[in-house]
Every structure is written in structure tokens, then in C-alpha cells.
């Protein structure tokens, strides 16, 4: 156990944050409207200094992140429920680092591009920044969570804040989308629950736990399963990472939440939310369930493929702008899918590198689409046109962030699907080689939603819209540097990961394939 407890500091600060906007004292019913205001601005830069405070204590914390040393760090283990061998424990690998950062990260910028996002509302203000800060420490507890039974506290916690965020503050068919969104991810929840019970009967049977139950991750990696129970089991927690991904055919729920939710809420539920349903598959599918993980690869190889195509395919289709952005990113999540499943060491770097690249290049264009939603009024891609002309700054923005989610090279995203494809043609040649067809896609879509929103003739009701005031550039300009800086330099951050990726591999027990040296080849087929 480290002498700071780093990982619950950092929960707690956002938390402290929500307490505190929670106390500003509410109006009379004839309140003033200058101090509605003045409240209303306290709660939103309290909700700003909280996220910056929680971004620089990670900031300090990474830094003392050693890569070559314990895969582990800044542990803490209290017992919690000893009865039933449940601990409050947390611990950061280099996989759970880059997520928390880039979860710490993205929350500042989306509370700046969400400044008046609730004003429309006839919620209360405060307590719609009172949710982001909250959900921020779920966020950042479910991936540093290492006892299952806290992990999954977190995996279902973190659904009270996103149902309040699209069902009260969301527009259209909000409280469909917001009940969907909920149905879905509970009943995976569910599944998952009942998965992570007979992990505790198993824990109790082991001589390795001194035949006493536990939800220690560190322990029930070492817990004996037999392979038919370890189907069954790997299916509970599958099924729930699936279903929050969203993996196809498990995806439905997702383009009408991301459609119903304000842009800023769209950005968490699509980059950070769902990246616990693939953060789930490679630390607790492949390192507890091994052999299960092996046997329903190619199965899962399948819906990754299909999803990469389906979701390009559909996005194409998509005549609405934040749905067309919420089916690219089903697509995205088929390569993360089929990085992790390709079960070698190129394939889930890159994968893990993909999560935290595709939340900063969908969260840079769904803060971009918020925008020109609230200037124009509607989300109908047709409704835009000739947008450079009167907005040249939000347009090139728009370009780096679409060309990003192309995977243009010199862009973050590139390294992330190079490094997947290449880990999968390795041991997979054909997924790979089908999977590459969904680039060409990804071309389609995002240059022909660019050609109908900024370029051709303006329209007669965007001529007169403003381009990018500060706070909004404040918001998606950070997001576009670390696009290009993780494009131009991966290193940093995959020097991070790698180390956690060869101790997955070591736990499933797998190495990569070794290319067939050409004179071995050659010797191999003589006469």
C-alpha cells in the first residue's frame, strides 16, 4: 500500500466538488433572475476549478508512474465487507492509467463546452454539473477498481449519473433514449452479477485463497476454473462488456442516447463510458477466464468485423449529424474488439491506445457538432452547408477532428489502428484483411459529412453565424493538440502500456507469432 492513497484522492476531489455546488443555497420562487445567474455561474466554475484540481492531482500522480516497475501502482487494500471477503482496493496498471487520464482530461474541456447546455432546461443548473462531477469519480473508480465486487459497484453506479444527464437535460426523445440506455446496460449488469457471485464460490473452493472467498482481482487470477464453468462465466462478463461498448449486435441503444444527450454528455457516454465495456474484455475476460477467452475468439473476431462494417455502412446512410458520430464510433469499437481478441501484443497496445485516441478525436467532434448545433438550431447534416466561409476556425477544427477519426497518419488514431490491424493479420490474416475495408469507409463517411456541413454554397441560415468565441476554443483546442502531439510522438504514452500488456499476455498464456524465417521456408519445402 502506497503512504498517499493517490487513486481515492483523485475520486474524492470531484466528489468534494459535487458536495459543495450541492450546498449553494437554492431561490425563493421569486428569486431575482441576476442571482439565479450568479448562482448558476458559481456552480459551473466550481465544477471547472474541481475537474482542473482533479487533472492536476493526475498530472502529479503519473508522474511518479515507474514503467519498468511493479504492474500495480499506487495500490490501496482496506477490508470492506470482510464477511463476504469484499475489499475497497484500487491500483493502477499502465492500461487503467491512460484511461483515468484520459477520462480526467476530457472532463474539464466537456464542462467548458457545456457552459450553457442546461440553461434550456427546466432542471436545475447546478445539478446538472453536480452529475458531471459525480460520474467523473465513477469514472475514474471502475478502472482503478481491483476487487470485482467494487469494480462492479462502479460498473453500475456510474449509470444513476448518465441516466440523470440525457432522461432530465437531453433533448428529442430523451426519456426513451435515457430508459433504453438503461434497460440495456442493467440487464448486462445483471448478467455480469450473477457471473461475479460464482467467481466468489470458486474463490472459496481454491487452496490458493486458503479456501476463503474473495473478489481480490490479484488472487482470482490465480483461482482454478474448470473450462465449462469458465464459458459460462466468461459469457456473464462478456455479455455485460458488450452491451457497454457497444460491441454489434449489442449496439442499438447507443446512437439514440448519443442523439438524445447534450454534446457534452454525448462525449462522456462515447468516450469514456463505453470504453469500460473494452477495458473490461482485456483485464477481466482474457486475464480470468483464459481458456474461455481462447474458445470464443473467433466468435468474437465476427461481431468485431461485422461491427466495423456495419457501423461505417450505417453511418454513411445517416442524415443526422449525432448519429452519424454515435455509428462511426460502433465501427471503432469493432477494431478495439478485434485488437484486444487478437490476442497479441501489437493488437492490444494498439487497442488500449485506440480507446484513449478515439476519445479525444470523437470527443473533439461531438463538442464541434454541439456547437453548430446550438448556433443552427438542428442536428440535419442538410441544414448546414458553406459553414468555412462564416466559420473558418470551427471548420479546420472539424477537419483535423474528422481526418483524425479516418485515421489519417500523423494523426493519434492512425497509430492506434495500424498497430491493431497489424497485431491481427499476424494471427488472423483474414479478419484483418476484411476489417482494413471499414478505413475506406471511414473515408466516406467522415469526408462526405465535411463536403455537406462546411464546403459548397452557404446557406442562407448559417451565413450569419458567428465562428468560435474563447471559451469554446478553450474547449476543443487541447483536444486537437494531443490528436496531433499523439499522432507526431505515441511513445510516452505506449511506454505506459506495454508493460500491462505483456503481463495479459503472460496470464493468458500466449506469445506472438514468429514470422517463418525465408530460409527456414525454403528448407521446409525442398524435395
Not at 442523439?259 to 457516454?269: E, I, K, M, T, W
Not at 499522432?487 to 510516452?492: A, D, E, F, I, S
Amino acid at each position: 500500500m502506497n503512504s498517499v492513497p493517490w487513486l481515492t484522492i483523485a475520486g474524492a476531489i470531484p466528489l468534494v466538488g459535487a458536495v459543495l455546488i450541492t450546498a449553494i443555497p437554492g431561490l425563493p420562487a421569486n428569486g431575482a433572475e441576476a442571482d439565479r445567474v450568479a448562482r448558476d455561474l458559481l456552480s459551473k466554475r466550481l465544477a471547472l476549478g474541481f475537474s482542473v484540481l482533479t487533472l492536476i492531482w493526475f498530472i502529479i500522480m503519473a508522474a511518479q508512474f515507474k514503467p519498468g516497475g511493479p504492474t500495480y501502482q499506487f495500490t490501496q487494500t482496506v477490508s470492506w465487507i470482510p464477511q463476504f471477503g469484499v475489499h475497497y482496493a484500487v491500483g493502477a496498471d499502465g492500461i487503467a492509467l491512460v484511461l483515468i487520464g484520459m477520462s480526467v482530461v476530457l472532463m474539464p474541456v466537456v464542462i467548458l463546452a457545456s457552459w450553457h447546455d442546461a440553461e434550456g432546461s427546466t432542471r436545475s443548473v447546478k445539478n446538472y454539473f453536480v452529475l458531471m462531477l459525480v460520474l467523473e469519480t465513477m469514472m475514474i473508480g471502475v478502472f482503478a477498481a481491483t476487487d470485482v465486487f467494487l469494480f462492479y459497484v462502479f460498473f453500475e453506479a456510474m449509470l444513476i449519473p448518465m441516466y440523470f444527464m440525457i432522461g432530465s437535460y437531453g433533448v428529442g426523445k430523451r426519456q426513451y433514449a435515457a430508459v433504453k440506455f438503461l434497460l440495456y446496460s442493467l440487464a448486462g449488469g445483471l448478467l455480469m452479477l450473477v457471473a461475479v457471485i460464482a467467481l466468489y464460490v470458486f474463490s472459496a473452493r481454491s487452496a490458493v485463497t486458503g479456501h476463503h472467498g474473495t473478489f481480490l482481482f490479484s488472487q482470482l487470477v490465480h483461482v482454478t476454473i474448470d473450462p465449462t464453468a469458465q464459458k459460462w462465466l466468461f459469457l456473464g462478463f462478456f455479455i455485460a462488456f458488450a452491451i457497454k461498448a457497444p460491441l454489434w449486435p449489442f449496439h442499438t441503444w447507443l446512437p439514440d442516447a448519443a442523439a438524445s444527450a447534450q454534446p457534452g454528455g454525448a462525449v462522456l457516454l462515447v468516450g469514456v463510458l463505453d470504453k469500460v465495456g473494452t477495458f473490461g474484455m482485456i483485464r477481466y475476460c482474457l486475464e480470468l477466464f483464459p481458456s474461455a477467452s481462447k474458445y470464443f475468439t473467433p466468435l468474437v473476431l465476427t461481431l468485431a468485423v461485422i461491427g466495423i462494417l456495419y457501423g461505417a455502412i450505417v453511418a454513411i446512410g445517416q442524415q443526422d449529424l449525432k448519429r452519424l458520430l454515435a455509428y462511426t464510433s460502433v465501427s471503432h469499437f469493432g477494431f478495439i474488439a478485434l485488437g484486444i481478441f487478437a490476442m497479441t501484443s501489437q493488437g492490444q497496445s494498439g487497442a488500449t491506445l485506440y480507446m484513449v485516441n478515439h476519445g479525444f478525436s470523437t470527443g473533439a467532434l461531438f463538442i464541434l457538432a454541439g456547437f453548430m448545433i446550438s448556433r443552427r438550431g438542428s442536428t440535419r447534416i442538410a441544414d448546414y452547408g458553406g459553414m468555412q466561409k462564416v466559420a473558418p476556425v470551427l471548420a479546420g477544427l472539424f477537419l483535423i477532428s474528422g481526418l483524425s477519426g479516418l485515421s489519417l497518419p500523423g494523426l493519434s488514431t492512425f497509430i492506434s489502428e495500424f498497430l491493431v490491424l497489424v497485431g491481427t493479420f499476424s494471427r488472423y490474416k483474414v479478419a484483418a484483411i476484411i476489417a482494413t475495408v471499414g478505413i475506406i469507409l471511414a473515408a466516406v463517411y467522415i469526408l462526405w459529412m465535411y463536403q455537406r456541413t462546411m464546403n459548397g454554397p452557404t446557406a442562407p441560415e448559417v451565413e450569419h453565424l458567428p465562428d468560435l468565441k474563447a471559451r469554446e476554443l478553450w474547449a476543443v483546442v487541447p483536444l486537437v493538440a494531443l490528436i496531433v502531439a499523439m499522432g507526431v510522438y505515441p511513445k510516452p504514452v505506449l511506454d505506459v502500456i506495454n508493460p500491462a500488456v505483456h503481463q495479459t499476455m503472460v496470464q493468458i498464456h500466449m506469445t506472438d507469432p514468429v514470422p517463418a524465417h525465408p530460409a527456414t521456408a525454403q528448407k521446409g519445402t525442398a524435395p
